[in-house]
């Protein structure tokens, strides 16, 4: 491992398969490059490329039942309360839009002579580049591809060392996979699978090329991808919907792609050819440059160095790339995929899902310096909101807004599936909220709390008008523990309960943010200050277990999986901090609570292993935390070190990042933390460039045999 270079994620052949190819993005334009010899593929993907347009699922059911649901939870009658929430609760109908490719870009080559050697496959994280090289015969071939945010464009540079002799075919599709990776004249079937969701190809101009499609679905998305081919040398002449060029000394092409989600119907297509004129006049040099000086501005905000683990500070660097490239202002948050998926239709709809993955998706945005990549979260929190009080009003007769444990490109806001362990969860919404809080505590931004403090508001008053009274206290019901379920002591297994005690923490959690922004802004209209002072009083306080751990649910039941995925009550230990050092029992029992959890096999998936990581980090126990993030890279990554849950999910990656970072700074409530949960094995490091709560930087860190040698904070 100590042969890894920490920028560069390196292959020696070509990727057979998606989960070997490399990423590329600029936010909204993504790519997947396989670095085939004789057919280059480019899977490719535009963020708002998604099935079918708004629907209202809100479940007209609901408000008429739910008194009745939350009578037979108090009564003990769990599974006739379940079936009538599968009923009642469930959106109609029961599916969110689902996130799909926007196709493929191939690269034919017309070689006579099939054999290479020296051939290379990198991603070069610091300078955002994926290149391909190879010698076939005595030219020395390279391919260069970037996906740019300055030029809203992908492009891909071939080049050789010796002139003319760069003949191949460009085509775009929207399709499947090929079926099979043979040089294409020895294909029977050419354009295996190319273009099976297509409305039309053609050509727009010289060697510019354009496909149309429609997504799907009632009032669909329409989606316009161009592709412009640029030779020096040679010849490039335009058949059917193929470029094909013969003996060119060096070629460029440029890709772009536009949907109807971002601008009118009539003009999709258009918006995607002046995407391309706006770059064709650029040479390759101009485009790299103005690439990698953007991408640099935020990935050199950090660097991290650790003498003998490479391997976590390449997976560090590959994480922060990830999140620059799936998440940048205007385009989409990055989903369970980042932007990266090749399936019509991916697992779990390549969503939103907001019981924990999206919000992990974000954890290393402040942190690791990269604040602005949250921008994207936060305008679509705004329109979740707006479909959330229609939501709170029609299903449930509240005010405030509301969203469940899933969401999509439109904000939907109804539950997702008919999954008892997973829909009837009402803290999406919450939840996501606190992003809000945690970006003002990390930038003091009073204009940015201003403008997003409402959102806070009200998720805060759906949560107290859902409250109901149990002894004396004030619980959610019906909820859930995501995606958990419960032993009654007759041997019935539940899953819907009342007072969860992952619902308390953020209720908590949110309740004491709303109380700490007013006092921020000195907004007294419209403030809830007062009725959440009230209504923290009566939140149930957490529990230890008979076996020492922390409470799951409101009773002490046994759980029918110890180590399940979701680790929902240690929610107060991180992403929160209500339990700390200054809660000794409940710290101890946190420990407890992991530890039980790992021993009947937790952490099984890549993104739960990562929520592990930061939850040891906040305990303090640096070698533990170590040992799950090696667990995690070596054992739970797919070869192109994407996360695997299985299968492929982000989350994983950036809940990994988060958890570096937590390692060796901590700032909360005022107190800085320097080397909180350093492990034996970091001998000697240096960090720059970490951010702090209370808007300072960590301008460098540096350490030796666990001993803080130079440290600088700057506010």
Partial sequence: MNNIDVHKIEFDKPADNWNEALPVGNGRLGGMVFGNVHTERIQLNEDSVWYGGFKDRNNPSAFEKLGEIRKLIFEGRIKEAEDLCALALSGLPEEQSHYEPLGNLFIEFDQDNYEFSDYKRELDIKNAVVSVSYKNGDVNYKREVISSYPAGCMAVRLSANKKGMLSFRVNIGRGYAPWENVPFKEQVVRKQNYNKFVDDISFAGEHLQVMNATVGGKDPILLSCAVKTIVKGGSAEDIGNTVVVKNADEALIILSAETSFRVCNDIVKNAAIEDIKRNADKAWEELLKEHTEDYRTLYDRVKLEIEDDKESVRFFNFGRYLLIASSRPGSLPANLQGIWNEDYFPMWGSRFTININTEMNYWPANITNLSECEEPLFDLLERVRENGKVTAKKMYGLNGFVAHHNTDIWGDSAPQDVCISSSYWVLGGAWLSLHIWEHFLFNQDKDFLEKYYPIMRDAAVFIMDFL???????????????????????????????????????????????????????????????????????????????????????????????????????????????INEKTPELFEAAKKTIERRLSFGGGHSGWSRAWIINMYARLGMGNEALENLHTLIEKQTLPNLFDNHPPFQIDGNFGAVAGIAEMLVQSINGEIKTLPALPDKWKKGRVEGLKLRGGKTLRVLEWENGVVTKSLVEQ
Wanted: charged share 30%.
């Fill in 468 to 578: 109901v009274e149990d002894n004396g206290k004030l619980v959610l019901c019906p909820t859930l523990s995501p995606e958990n379920t419960y032993i009654l002591p007759n041997g019935e297994k539940g899953v819907i309960c009342k007072g969860a005690t992952m619902d308390n923490e953020i209720i908590r959690e949110l309740l004491l943010a709303c109380i700490e922004a007013e006092k921020v802004l000195k907004n007294s209209e419209d403030s809830i200050t007062d009725r959440a002072v009230k209504n923290l009083e009566k939140i149930p306080e957490l529990k230890i277990s008979k076996n020492g751990t922390i409470m799951e649910w409101n009773e002490d039941y046994e759980e029918a999986e110890p180590g399940h995925r979701h680790i929902s009550q240690l929610f107060a230990l991180y992403p929160a901090w209500q």
